[in-house]
C-alpha cells in the first residue's frame, strides 16, 4: 500500500484515516475520485472482491441508524464497510472529501511526502515533494517514519497516517505544525515540520540530450490528461516519448483515459464492470500514433496508471519497461451517506482490451529493469527507429 499527504487510497475502517493520490496516497498515494455518478477513482491495493448489490443500502442504513441513536455516523458506516469484507472501501466525513476532492484540483494542505507501508507494517517515504516542507527539513525517499506527533505509525493504514500528516482531526490549515519521527539507517531523529499549502505539479517535462523527451505524471489529478496531450503536441518532431509513470498511485479514471488519447487514435482503452454491468473506456481520435514511445513503471504505479499502461501496451502502442507494477485493479464508486459523509464502495474490476485483469497480477513489463530503467528506455527508444 502506498500514498501521500496529497492523494491516498482509501482509508481501511479505521477512524481518523482520511486520504493515492493528493489525499489518497495522493491524495497520498493513490488514487482519485470522479462524479457521483461514474466510479472514476482506483486506489492502491491488493485483490479485492466487489461490494454486493446492496452493500451500498447496508453501509448507508448503518450510518442513519447511528445519526439517529446520536452516535457516530462516520464510525458506524466504517464497521459495516469492514464487516461486508470491501477490504478497500472507505468512509470520509463531510470535510474529509471536500478536502479529497481539493485535492483533485491539484492544491492540498500538507507537508509534501508520499508513502507506502511495507508488508511488515513500516511506513516508508517514497517520494519528496519538490519545494514541500519535507524537502526543506531534509528527508528523503526511503526515510522511516516512525512517529507522527507523538503517535506510533508503524502497522498504520496509509490513509490513517496521511490523516495524521494532514492533520484532519483539528482541521489543521497551512501554517500549523506537524512532528516527525524519522529513521534512516541506524539513525533516527525528529522534525518538526510546517504545513503548507502546495500545489501537485502532476505533470512535469523534460528533454533528454538526444532530443528524447520524458514526460512525467505523479497522479492523475484534474486536467493532467490534457497536459500530456500538450507536451506529446510541443516535442520535437522525429523524436521519442518516454511516459514515466513509477510512483504513480493513480487517480481520476477520465484523465488516464485522455492521456492515452494522446498515443492512440481513438480505440479501446480499458473495460470495467460496475455490480456486473460492463463498460468500456475509449480514447478520443487524433492521437500520435507513430511516435515511438516507452512507458516508464515500477511497483509504484497503480491503479489507473496501471489502465493506461495495460491499454498502451495492449494496443502494441508503447513498449513497457521497468519492473511489474502494484497490481490495483478494482473499481470504488462514492455516495452520500444520510449525515452527508461520503461512502466509497468496491463496485468492480477494469481489465486491459485483451482481457487481462490487473488486481493483484499487476502489469508485467516487455523489458525488466530495476535499476537504470530510464538509460533502459533511452536504449529501447533507439531501437525503435525514427517515425517518420
Request: charged share 25%; glycine share 14%; aromatic share 4%.
Amino acid at each position: 500500500m502506498s500514498g501521500r499527504d496529497l492523494f491516498c487510497q482509501p482509508r481501511r475502517f479505521g477512524r481518523g484515516a482520511a486520504l493515492t493520490l493528493v489525499f489518497a496516497s495522493v491524495l497520498a498515494a493513490g488514487a482519485a475520485t470522479g462524479s457521483f455518478d461514474t466510479p472514476g477513482r482506483k486506489s492502491a491495493s491488493p485483490s479485492t472482491r466487489s461490494a454486493p448489490a446492496g452493500h451500498q443500502e447496508d453501509v448507508a442504513d448503518a450510518a442513519a441508524e447511528a445519526m439517529a441513536d446520536g452516535k457516530s455516523p462516520v464510525e458506524a458506516a466504517e464497521r459495516a464497510v469492514s464487516r461486508s469484507g470491501d477490504r478497500w472501501g472507505a468512509v470520509y466525513s463531510p470535510g474529509e472529501y471536500e478536502e479529497f476532492e481539493e485535492a483533485l484540483d491539484g492544491q492540498y494542505t500538507g507537508v509534501g511526502l508520499w508513502a507506502r507501508r511495507e508488508r511488515d507494517g513500516r511506513i516508508e517515504v517514497t517520494r519528496v515533494q519538490p519545494g514541500s516542507p519535507a524537502q526543506a527539513a531534509g528527508i528523503r525517499q526511503g526515510d522511516r517514519l516512525r512517529s507522527i506527533d507523538g503517535h506510533r505509525v508503524d502497522g498504520r493504514p496509509v490513509t490513517e497516517v496521511v490523516s495524521l500528516l494532514r492533520g484532519d482531526a483539528t482541521d489543521a490549515s497551512a501554517g500549523t505544525t506537524v512532528a516527525l519521527g524519522l529513521e534512516r539507517g541506524t539513525r533516527a531523529w525528529s522534525e518538526t515540520l510546517r504545513r503548507a499549502r502546495l500545489s501537485t505539479d502532476s505533470v512535469t517535462v523534460r528533454e533528454l540530450p538526444g532530443g528524447v523527451t520524458v514526460i512525467k505524471v505523479a497522479a492523475f489529478t484534474k486536467g493532467s490528461g490534457d497536459l500530456v496531450r500538450t507536451a506529446v503536441a510541443d516535442a520535437p518532431t522525429g523524436t521519442g516519448v518516454v511516459l514515466d509513470l513509477r510512483g504513480n498511485s493513480g487517480g481520476l479514471v477520465t484523465e488516464a483515459v485522455t492521456a492515452a488519447s494522446a498515443f492512440l487514435d481513438g480505440g479501446l482503452v480499458a473495460t470495467y464492470d460496475v455490480n456486473g454491468d460492463q463498460r468500456a473506456l475509449h480514447a478520443d481520435p487524433g492521437g500520435d500514433t507513430t511516435r515511438p514511445l516507452v512507458a516508464l513503471v515500477d511497483g509504484g504505479t497503480m491503479s489507473a496508471a496501471e489502465l493506461l499502461t495495460g491499454g498502451l501496451q495492449d494496443r502494441g502502442r508503447a513498449v513497457v519497461v521497468g519492473s511489474r507494477t502494484f497490481g490495483k485493479g478494482s473499481v470504488q464508486m462514492p455516495s452520500r451517506l444520510p449525515d452527508g459523509s461520503v461512502a466509497e464502495l468496491t463496485v468492480g474490476h477494469y481489465r486491459t482490451p485483451s482481457g487481462r485483469g490487473v488486481d493483484g497480477r499487476g502489469i508485467t513489463p516487455d523489458l525488466e529493469a530495476e535499476e537504470s530503467s530510464l538509460e533502459r528506455a533511452e536504449t529501447v527508444l533507439s531501437g525503435l527507429g525514427d517515425p517518420s
